[in-house]
Structure formats: C-alpha cells, structure tokens
C-alpha cells in the first residue's frame, strides 16, 4: 500500500450526536494503521503450466538424413552394403515416418 493512500484511510468511530450514535468516519492515525494486524492465509502453491511457445513441427529434407546416414556409416566402420539400414535409422532419429 502506497504511503499516500495508507494516510487517507478512515477508521469508523462510533460518535455521539444529536439524533444518538452515529457512525462517522475519521482518520485514522500511523500508530492504529500499525497496531492492527493483517492476517494472511497460506494458500497452496499453485501448479502452472510452463510458458513455452507451442512446438513447431521441423521439416527435415534428404540432406540432412543423408548426413546423418553418413555419420552412422563412418561410426560403424564403413561397413559395405548397409546403406539401407543407416538411412532407416536416421529417419527413426529425426522422427520421419519410413
């Protein structure tokens, strides 16, 4: 609460007057803005969902399965006649349906 508004609160007072008591409101001093206290109830931590923009679906040509075809091709050796089966498995790597 900003100072400002924390010196214009109003504290109800009960004040006698001619038609008996009424309710008038007056200004409350810093010492009874102080002295009342302000009860906060613990609140159970909220669950929120993550702040992440949707997944773009990433289109992947032929040459960067070929590269990574290559790339299992060297890793295993150069083994001859596989070609077949490196491609598969850079496909199943980068999520492309066969």
Request: without cysteine.
């Amino acid at each position: 609460m900003s100072p400002r508004k924390a010196a214009t609160e109003t504290k109800t007072k009960k004040t006698p007057s001619r038609r008996g008591l009424s309710l008038r409101k007056r200004k409350a001093t810093p010492a009874e803005m102080i002295a009342e206290p302000v009860v906060v109830q613990a609140q159970a931590p909220v669950a929120s969902k993550p702040k992440t923009a949707p997944l773009k679906p990433v289109v992947v040509g032929k040459d960067e399965i070929a590269a990574r075809a290559y790339a299992i091709w060297e890793s295993m050796g150069r083994p001859a006649g596989q070609e077949a089966a490196h491609w598969r498995q850079a496909e199943r790597e980068y999520g492309v349906a066969a």
